[in-house]
């Protein structure tokens, strides 16, 4: 074999090589998207599951069921919400290590599991056969406990804390409907100010019992209430009318919204006895979350008439902008720092786009694509990055 043959013969054999080397990259290449296409398959209308590592991943319904929603995880990464059954029959479910678990009803047609501790105690709502919602409390233990009422005919559970303390509102025999709160199967009316007709809401209680929610007052407004130690607590307003709490972290800072002097709603932050506005975009501002480093999260609207969710630290509002769109909203912030939110990504969409904010920083990061007409509606994201939430 002369020269000329074996140069031709070796450059036949290297881009033969290139050839297998390349489809191998394609190969692989498929793979991957396949795998990532795999991980992030979601059905419309059923809840998810979301971390970093695994992807999005639809947590499905009951047997014969078409819907599920999650509200809640803890830092096991089991899960609070619903689901439909064959019947159509929204239930309270519970998702343990991924298995999915019926807690069924009190005879009625609807029940909601909307918060979970670390000791997988789960709270939320049933309606019994008669239509009226009762409180429930369950765990794999004891199954489905009625919390009771204060004398009326209904009852909401909206948190636990890790000591099994529930809190929620009941309602009397006289029309009127007091926040309760419930430990060890004893419910406590924990009062109101007054006003007609009068009630209280118990919204979130933190790792050391403090309280807080809303509840009407002598001159029938609506008012932001802590209640610790046996005591209830008016935190006042920003100069408007009303205010109401939405969240307190374990270091006793509260955060809620409240009508301002001139009408306009704006997020708030109470801290040792003042209530400080957050300051606003340019309009109207509500608060959702806040973490035990006093980093707060919300929205608020601009000056140009878009809808922005804003990180609030250090007494400064900083605008996390949107996903290309008009619309953002900042719903929860775990202790790293984490946020969790939603946004569309053309202005004017209704489509909207979870999103994950890292605690390193990178800014807005859309999470678990689905399909293009689909939103996909983060609830809550534990300390480990874990994200639960719905589409539609």
Do not use: C
């Not at 924990?190 to 007709?197: C, I």
């Not at 050391?208 to 802590?226: C, E, F």
């Amino acid at each position: 074999m002369n020269t000329k043959t074996k140069n031709r013969l070796k450059k036949i054999s290297i881009a033969i090589l290139i050839i297998l080397v390349l489809s191998q990259i394609v190969i692989a290449d498929v793979a991957n998207d396949n795998e990532h296409k795999k991980k992030n398959k979601l059905s419309i209308n059923h809840a998810f599951l979301w971390d970093k590592a695994h992807g999005m991943k639809d947590l499905g319904t009951l047997p014969g069921g078409t819907y599920s929603d999650a509200y809640d995880i803890n830092e096991k990464g089991n899960i609070a919400g619903k689901s439909d059954n064959s019947a159509g029959v929204e239930h309270a479910v519970f998702w343990k290590k991924g298995k999915l678990i019926d807690i069924g009803s009190f005879g009625g047609d609807e029940s909601k599991a909307v918060a979970v501790n670390e000791k997988d105690q789960v709270v939320g709502w049933s309606k019994n056969s008669l239509g009226q919602i009762r409180a429930f409390i369950w765990d794999k233990q004891h199954g489905m406990k009625s919390l009771g009422t204060l004398g009326g005919d209904e009852s909401q559970a909206y948190d636990i804390d890790n000591k099994g303390q529930v809190v929620g509102w009941s309602n009397l025999l006289d029309g009127s409907a007091p926040a309760f709160s419930d430990k060890n199967g004893i419910m406590k009316n924990l009062g109101y100010f007054g006003g007609s007709p009068p009630y209280s809401i118990a919204r979130d209680i933190n790792d050391k019992g403090q309280i807080v929610g809303r509840g009407s007052t002598a001159s029938s407004d609506m008012h932001a209430i802590l209640w610790e130690n046996g005591v209830m607590k008016d935190l006042g307003t920003l100069g408007g009318a009303w205010s109401e709490a939405v969240m307190i972290n374990n270091k006793r800072q509260i955060v809620g919204d409240s009508e301002d002097s001139s009408g306009q709603a704006h997020a708030f932050i109470w801290e040792n006895g003042i209530m400080k506005d957050l300051g606003s975009f340019g309009g109207a501002t509500y608060v959702y979350s806040i973490n035990d480093n006093k980093q707060v999260v919300g929205v608020s609207d601009t000056a140009s008439g878009e809808i922005h969710a804003f990180l609030w630290e250090n007494g400064v509002m900083k605008d996390l902008g949107t996903l290309g769109g008009d619309y953002s909203v900042a719903e929860d912030i775990n202790r790293k720092g984490d946020i969790i939110g939603f946004s569309n990504e053309l202005s004017g969409s209704t489509v909207k786009k979870a999103f994950i904010i890292n605690h390193n920083g990178g800014g807005m990061v859309k999470i678990g694509p689905g399909p293009s007409g689909m939103s996909t509606l983060p609830r809550d994201i534990n300390n480990k990055g874990q994200v639960v939430g719905h589409s539609y």
